[in-house]
């Protein structure tokens, strides 16, 4: 007989913690090893409980999904991350994906549909909602064409921008946050954003790949942070 595949529900909202767990709980094929209101305590849980794949709510108080998504595929590389959203923008998705997510589905996705993305990432696969998929393939096409040999600042939000600059001068993200009022956690979902807009999975080599496209030339920074040529 097939070992059940172990899941970890993780959002911050009760009520969705116990309907999730009823609904895949109910499947012979599934196992529920716990629940979690947010990434900290997800974490804990699988200090002591091994899990197949943790469906995980992005927006969450304390440690959010992508915070915890980086966490988990770092520390805990044999479980898969499926994150849930009431949300589709693209920033988030991009972030997501970035931070290591096998899997990203709306929270309205129909349950066999939920139930059979667990299946596929459990075995490996990675599975994004198809009208996100849609949206992020028309956007990648949308790139190539307007920018086939590099990479282009245009593709990124004014607040990504923002934090771009930031992190070309090397600030960390606590000290980002300080500047720009926003919390470090925000400020590492958007450099993941940044990251995965740019196909990139590391910040170091975000700076060496700006610089080896012409995006950035040597600056130094007024005191409003907003970058000049140097003279």
Not at 191 to 211: D, M, Q, S
Not at 224 to 230: G, I, L, V, W
Request: proline share 5%.
């Amino acid at each position: 007989m097939t070992e059940a595949t172990r899941v970890l529900i993780v959002d911050d909202q009760e009520l969705i913690r116990t309907g999730l767990g009823l609904l895949l709980g109910a499947r012979p094929e599934l196992e529920i090893v716990g629940e979690a209101a947010d990434g900290g305590e997800a974490l804990e849980i699988l200090s002591r409980t091994p899990a197949d794949v943790a469906l995980m709510d992005v927006r969450m108080g304390g440690m959010d999904g992508i915070a915890a998504t980086e966490r988990m595929t770092s520390d805990f590389p044999g479980t898969r991350v499926v994150l849930l959203t009431v949300f589709d923008e693209d920033s988030l998705v991009r972030a997501g994906l970035a931070a290591g997510a096998d899997g990203f589905m709306l929270k309205d996705t129909p349950p066999e549909e939920l139930i059979r993305t667990i299946r596929l990432v459990a075995a490996g696969h990675a599975v994004v909602e198809p009208k996100i998929a849609k949206r992020l393939l028309d956007g990648y096409r949308h790139n190539l064409r307007e920018n086939p040999s590099g990479i282009t600042l245009d593709v990124l939000t004014p607040r990504e921008q923002e934090v771009f600059w930031l992190v070309s001068s090397g600030l960390s993200n606590a000290d980002i946050g300080r500047r720009l009022g926003l919390s470090a956690i925000t400020v590492r979902t958007h450099v993941a954003g940044i990251l995965a807009k740019f196909g990139l999975r590391r910040r170091e080599r975000l700076i060496v790949h700006a610089y080896e496209d012409g995006l950035i030339v040597p600056m130094r920074y007024q005191r409003d942070n907003r970058p000049t040529s140097s003279p």
